[in-house]
Every structure is written in structure tokens, then in C-alpha cells.
């Protein structure tokens, strides 16, 4: 039995070292460059790297991942864990606009993860000789790039001493309500959460075989959970075959995604909701007529709120290129648990309430249903006490995917992973999200630091946001940030803030007005105020959730970039 994802690594790379684990499209297009790596040459890099590693003495100590898109990453992260070193995967600093903000993370990872090594892509690592002023942290710091590593050094690994218990990687959270936390993942983490994933998913042997073992197409961030957990890891847990590409290309071109569904043909692909309205605005006549989706049969879809909306207009919009709607797989995750806790059943469609409101695209959508092995209990997060079936509360969860607990931070790993409930045995993790079980399946419906009081009734920001963003096509979806300010005898107030495109300025009251009459009718509330701001504006964490707290600190400072403002200066 395999002790860690390291044993299989080995296990592939014996009895079928010829297989494709991963191939990368340079480009982002299938008919590009498409870089390959085998289960054998998979294994013989990241020994080479773990040799190198334990050279070194660096065996429990952290290196720092930080890596452009491609097959890199994966022999980087894998030697970590061959060699006993706990991976740090991190962001790397890219193009002027993103800078401030990855160097800034990097240094706050850096410093809680007491970074002793670097491992990176070529580039990356040059760029950092030149940072030595924004970045003094790395004086002392060992920079590496991993290609740099012969192959020869493998011959000299030497099998590390895991447990279940070992740490293989931080995991830092994205920081949507707070500054970013190590989550501590073990390599029994990784094991059963990967289990978990196999099963919810439908990731059997039969079903490789009938796919010819080709599992994901992902464009997903790899040094987020997702992206990494879920195709990444599952492949090698499965010993399968996934095409990766670049999240930059998928954004410049969300056709690109599809079309590598048609062309690789995997039986499970996905991202988080903003994914799903990207690729419909792309979904033009011509791409249509060129796609066949119907092998398609996972199509998860986590990470943020998953809309009704969504589901409907995008099983619609693709039906004729094959798409069908028991594709469609909304899935519960978090850091905290390893990745997945809840998905749906395989084949069969999304299982969605209706709200008060009465209209289909405002219906909750089941997150599907626990993995074995999962106890997942609503609680009152004041009273801790579990609630009845249909009412709302914070997610609980027991199960060994749930992590160790934050890197030494003793006071949030016992405020988060040592909660008990009354008529349960062990601890369990206290989520922050919001939800309700019925009939067994999990409905999330928000983040218990997000949600807003208004006149004494509960809202949650993101059903407001979903609301101004269907009031107008200008609007860009994933990209509205909703909270309340402090409206003195009033009481607390909501306040929107939306994207839009710059060329919408003109048409900026009538969309204020519009958001306005759509958050009124669908929520009985006024609108405090409503600012149209240009892309790009509102804060993101690096997975792409929205910084509700951080866009409320630049609303009350005057610091958004407002469409049609006069330029300062």
C-alpha cells in the first residue's frame, strides 16, 4: 500500500514508464507547441531534484515554489517531496501591474514559511538576482533553478522516510478575509483527499481504460489548491494523462479551453463559476460549429458561488456542440480540508431550490453530497450546536483530509481545528463558511465574515452582486464586490461596486440605475451607493475570489478608479 504520492510516483514510472503524465500547451492553442513528459522522465527530474535537496541537508525544511505555467513546477514540487522538504508553492512576479502584489505576498510567505531555499524556472530566478532591493529577504537564501539540475543526480536519491504524518507542502489560503495562513497538509492529507476525489468524481479504473487514461484538461493556477489537488494530483494518484496550459492563456482566449476539451477529449475539466461566463461570451456560432463536447463528463465547477444562471446558459449555449447538462458538477472545497469535501453524483444534473424570489437563476445549487469519510455538521457558530436539516449555520467538518492545523499559529489552529460538537467524537474544522444540508446535500451559501446585516435580516454579498450583475451586459461577471458601511441612524447600508468597460462610461446612470432597481427587487433593500469602476480595479485574492474588505477600505479612502472620475493629478 502506498504510503505517499511519492510510492506511486515510483510504482508509474516502473510499470508504465512510457505513458504521458502530463503534456503543456506552450502556446495555450492544440495546435501549438505541446511539451510532454513521461511517467519515467517525470520520476528521473524529480529525483534529481530531491538529490540535490538532500545533498544539502535541507530534509524538513521549506523551499519556496515559485514557477511560470508548465511541466517544471510538477518536478519541482515532486522532488520537494521526494527529498522530506515541505513545498511552498508561491506566485511568481510577472509584468509591472502584478508586481507590487506578488512581491509582497512572496515576502509574507517567505518570512511566516522560513524560507531556506528557492526552486524556479529559469527566468524567474535571474529576475530575482535583480530584486536584491525589494527584497533584502533573500539574502541568505539559496536560489536554484531546477532545469539547471542534471539528471545524472537521481542516481544518488535516497527514498525518504514519509508517514502519514509528514508534511508535504503549505498550502497558503487566499486571504479572501484575512492575511494568508499555511495550511499544513500531510501526505495522508494528500492521499485521502485524492481518494476523495477519485471517488465523488468518478475516477475509476473502467473509466480511464474507456478514456484511454486521458483525466483532466486544466488551465488552473498550480500553485492553488484546485489547480494542484485536483488535476495535478489526481493524476498522478491515478496514474493518468492531463493536458495543462497556462490560467494567462485561458483568459486571453477562454476558447482555448474548450477547444482542448475537443481535441484531448478528458473525461473531467473545470474552474471556478467566472470560468463558465467567460467561455459563454465566447461562444460565437463558428466555435460552436467546430466543437464536440460530448465526452465531456465532469464539468466541476467550485471555488466561488456557483450560479443557477450559470448552470442554465451554459448547458444551453454548448447542448449543440454535445454538451449535456448531467455534465455539469458543482463541488464544495477548502484549503483547510486538503481540497474536496462535496460534489455531486456523476451523470447526474445539479440539484437545485428555489428561493423566495421565484425565479429559477435565483435557486440555490447543491454543492452535491460528502465524500465517505466525511462528517459534515451545520452548526450555530455562537450557541455551537448542531442544526436540523434546512437550517442555515457554519460548515463543520470531520475527516482525515482535514489538514494538521495553520503553520505555527497555535491560537487559529485551535480556533479553527479543534472545535467539538456535542454527540460527535474527535475535533472538527470550523469552516467560516455558511450552508444548510438537505435530503444530504450541502448548500453553501456564504462566508460568515461577508455577510450583512441590514435592518436586522441577513443578506449575503454575493446573491447582491449576482443581482447587479445580471441588471446589465457592461457589467463584468465575477467582478462586483457588495458590503455594507456604516450609515449612521440608518444603520448599516449595502454599497456595490462593479466593473465595467471603459467604453460603458457614457451609459454609466443608466446602469447605476439599473443596479439600483435589481437590488430593490430582488432584496427589498436601497442602495446606498453604487460606483462603476474600471477593470481590474477590485481586489482579488490570488485565486480570484473577491477582496470584499479590501474594496471596502478603497471605497471609504476614495481610492477606486471610478469610470468617468477626472484623472488626478
Not at 527514498?159 to 484575512?178: N, R
Not at 455531486?344 to 444534473?349: D, E, F, K, L
Amino acid at each position: 500500500m502506498a504510503r505517499s504520492l511519492v510510492d506511486l510516483l515510483t510504482t508509474h514510472a516502473t510499470h508504465q514508464p512510457d505513458r504521458t503524465a502530463y503534456r503543456y500547451l506552450a502556446t495555450g492553442d492544440v495546435d501549438g507547441e505541446i511539451q510532454e513528459i513521461s511517467y519515467a522522465r517525470l520520476a528521473t527530474r524529480s529525483q534529481a531534484v530531491a538529490a540535490w535537496l538532500q545533498e544539502r541537508g535541507l530534509a524538513g525544511s521549506r523551499a519556496m515554489l515559485l514557477y511560470p505555467p508548465g511541466l517544471e513546477f510538477v518536478c519541482g514540487y515532486l522532488g520537494c517531496l521526494s527529498a522530506g522538504v515541505v513545498a511552498v508553492p508561491g506566485v511568481p512576479p510577472q509584468g509591472r501591474s502584478q508586481n507590487h502584489r506578488a512581491v509582497t505576498r512572496m515576502k509574507r510567505l517567505m518570512a511566516d514559511a522560513d524560507v531556506k531555499v528557492i526552486l524556479g524556472g529559469r527566468e524567474v530566478i535571474a529576475s530575482l538576482g535583480t530584486m536584491a532591493g525589494q527584497l533584502p529577504e533573500l539574502d541568505g537564501i539559496t536560489c536554484l533553478a531546477t532545469e539547471d539540475i542534471a539528471d545524472e543526480l537521481a542516481a544518488s536519491w535516497r527514498e525518504p522516510d514519509l508517514t502519514p504524518d509528514s508534511v508535504a507542502f503549505l498550502q497558503y489560503t487566499s486571504g479572501s478575509t484575512s492575511a494568508p495562513r499555511g495550511v499544513v497538509v500531510t501526505h495522508g492529507n494528500l492521499l485521502d483527499n485524492e481518494r476523495v476525489i477519485a471517488e465523488r468524481m468518478g475516477h475509476t479504473e473502467e473509466v480511464l481504460d474507456a478514456y484511454d487514461h486521458e483525466l483532466f484538461v486544466s488551465w488552473l493556477p498550480v500553485y492553488h489548491d484546485m489547480g494542484l489537488i485536483g488535476p495535478v494530483l489526481n493524476t498522478l494518484y491515478l496514474g493518468a494523462t492531463t493536458t495543462l496550459f497556462s490560467p494567462l492563456h485561458f483568459l486571453q482566449r477562454p476558447d482555448r479551453w474548450l477547444t482542448a476539451i475537443d481535441r484531448h477529449r478528458p473525461h473531467s475539466s473545470g474552474g471556478p463559476n467566472f470560468a463558465y461566463e467567460l467561455a459563454l461570451r465566447h461562444a460565437s456560432p463558428e466555435l460552436l460549429d467546430g466543437l464536440d463536447l460530448s465526452g465531456w463528463k465532469v464539468a466541476f465547477n467550485g471555488a466561488e458561488p456557483v450560479r443557477a444562471a450559470t448552470l442554465r446558459r451554459f448547458a444551453e449555449a454548448f447542448a449543440p456542440a454535445g454538451f449535456r447538462r448531467e455534465a455539469l458538477y458543482p463541488c464544495y472545497g477548502l484549503a483547510e480540508a486538503t481540497l474536496m469535501v462535496t460534489g455531486g453524483r456523476v451523470g447526474t444534473p445539479p440539484v437545485l431550490l428555489e428561493t423566495d424570489s421565484g425565479t429559477g437563476d435565483a435557486a440555490a445549487v447543491s454543492c452535491g453530497h460528502p465524500a465517505d469519510g466525511w462528517t459534515v455538521a451545520i452548526t450555530d457558530p455562537e450557541r455551537q450546536q448542531e442544526l436540523p436539516d434546512g437550517e442555515v449555520g457554519e460548515i463543520w467538518l470531520r475527516g482525515a483530509s482535514v489538514a494538521k492545523g495553520y503553520w505555527r499559529n497555535t491560537l487559529a489552529t485551535r480556533e479553527s481545528f479543534r472545535a467539538t460538537l456535542p454527540g460527535h467524537e474527535g475535533r472538527f474544522l470550523r469552516t467560516g463558511d455558511l450552508g444548510f444540508l438537505r435530503d444530504g446535500e450541502l448548500f453553501v451559501t456564504g462566508r460568515l465574515k461577508d455577510l450583512m446585516v441590514v435592518d436586522g435580516r441577513n443578506h449575503y454579498p454575493q446573491d447582491l452582486e449576482l443581482s447587479a450583475e445580471l441588471a446589465h451586459p457592461a457589467l463584468r461577471p465575477g467582478c462586483t464586490a457588495a458590503f455594507s458601511v456604516d450609515g449612521g441612524v440608518e444603520g448599516e447600508q449595502p454599497v456595490l461596486v462593479a466593473e465595467v468597460a471603459p467604453e460603458s462610461a457614457g451609459e454609466s446612470e443608466k446602469i447605476t440605475d439599473l443596479i439600483r432597481a435589481a437590488i430593490g427587487d430582488a432584496h427589498g433593500l436601497p442602495v446606498r451607493d453604487v460606483v462603476l469602476v474600471h477593470p481590474g480595479t477590485i481586489a482579488k485574492t490570488s485565486s480570484g475570489k473577491i477582496q470584499r474588505r479590501a474594496t471596502r477600505t478603497a471605497y471609504l479612502d476614495g481610492t477606486l478608479s471610478v469610470v468617468g472620475a477626472p484623472a488626478a493629478g
